[in-house]
Nanobody, 120 residues
Framework: QVQLVESGGGLVQPGGSLELACAAS????????MGWYRQAPGKQRELVAN???????EYADSVRGRFTITRDNALNTVYLRMNNLKPEDTAGYYC??????????????WGHGTQVTVSS
């Protein structure tokens, strides 16, 4: 079993910055990819950013140029630096990871989420 624990959410004014972190722990053989999704009230969960083990990165169009995803493989941790935050970035942010817990079995895991609120 694998656990994902997020940290770093909070309340920030428009134009401000926050950094989220997500640490994976448990039975980890290899992490294929880690990333962040977000879900605002009344909306579907959407991809924010994703980084794979080869360093390939994907961003949602709405955050490209403002958000930066990085990964520390030694710590099994992924970070999301969010700059120039806008009210429309307000949402619950969820960490996601695809993890092999053995050489032959993988699964998808989710964190419990951390709230980001952008408001003056």
């Amino acid at each position: 079993q694998v656990q994902l624990v997020e940290s770093g959410g909070g309340l920030v004014q428009p134009g401000g910055s926050l950094e989220l972190a997500c640490a994976a722990s448990g039975t980890i053989f290899r992490i294929v990819a880690m990333g962040w999704y977000r879900q605002a009230p009344g909306k579907q969960r959407e991809l924010v950013a994703n980084i794979n083990s080869g360093g390939g990165i994907e961003y949602a169009d709405s955050v490209r140029g403002r958000f930066t995803i990085t990964r520390d493989n030694a710590l099994n941790t992924v970070y999301l630096r969010m700059n120039n935050l806008k009210p429309e970035d307000t949402a619950g942010y969820y960490c996601n990871a695809y993890v092999y817990d053995s050489a032959f079995h993988w699964d998808q895991y989710w964190g419990h989420g951390t709230q980001v609120t952008v408001s003056s």
